[in-house]
């Protein structure tokens, strides 16, 4: 969240229990079973969520599953081992989240051509009834294989694609989802990040198919 929202990471962590909703758990190794919780907050009541903040209803389908699914890797790839760890692990994280499924083509948009150049392509995404809902850039050897076509996307958290300043960070105009392109692997066992963009948040029902689905999540 540091670029998504403030520099201040007492607001940062004041902000991750209304902000965000993934529950990450690492894997211990590709042939094993077990999964460790990144990170095990203070025990909280009933009436809190995981990061402490009030439970709150963010999306209108069923999302109570959080523990990871007992699964073994097969030909995942091995990692470099954390040499700064006394019990390194696989590096694959495994989680539940919001996914989606979008149109990639090029983007009917203008380029925001102030700051650094960028020099991968620009790709836009487009929702159900044809409208851009957002940019992002890739690749360019992945997007002449993938692009146009439809591609699967997971929710990272809510985020701002402007940090906000003067005190502003908290009121609601400029929240969206923070989205995450993801390419799946070892047919279908595990996925790779390809690039980072954002949404509105009510763009959120412009997923393609069946529409926004609860999903458990290997990223490796």
């Not at 203070?42 to 389908?61: C, E, L, M, T």
């Not at 699914?69 to 495994?94: C, H, M, W």
């Not at 940019?135 to 692009?147: A, I, P």
Request: charged letters at 30%; proline letters at 5%.
């Amino acid at each position: 969240m540091w670029d998504w929202y403030t520099r201040d990471i007492r607001k940062i962590r004041k902000a991750l229990p209304k902000r965000t909703w993934i529950i990450r758990y690492e894997r211990v190794a590709h042939k094993l079973v077990e999964c460790v919780r990144v990170w095990a907050p203070k025990q909280s009541s009933s009436s809190r969520n995981f990061y402490g903040g009030p439970v709150q209803r963010r999306f209108a389908f069923d999302c109570f599953r959080a523990l990871p699914t007992p699964r073994k890797l097969v030909d995942a790839p091995e990692y470099t081992k954390d040499i700064l760890n006394s019990v390194p692990r696989s590096g694959f994280l495994q989680f539940w989240t919001v996914s989606v499924t979008f149109n990639l083509d090029t983007p009917t948009s203008k380029a925001d051509t102030s700051g650094p150049v960028n020099t991968r392509s620009r790709v836009g995404f487009f929702g159900r009834n044809g409208r851009q809902v957002g940019t992002l850039f890739v690749n360019e050897g992945w997007r002449k294989d993938h692009v146009p076509g439809k591609h699967e996307f997971i929710l990272l958290c809510e985020g701002r694609d402007e940090r906000a300043e003067d005190g502003q960070e908290d009121r609601e105009a400029g929240w969206k989802y923070m989205v995450m392109l993801i390419d799946w692997h070892g047919k279908g066992q595990w996925a790779e990040r390809v690039s980072v963009g954002s949404i509105k948040k009510r763009d959120l029902n412009q997923s393609l198919g069946q529409g926004p689905e609860w999903k458990e999540i290997v990223l490796g």
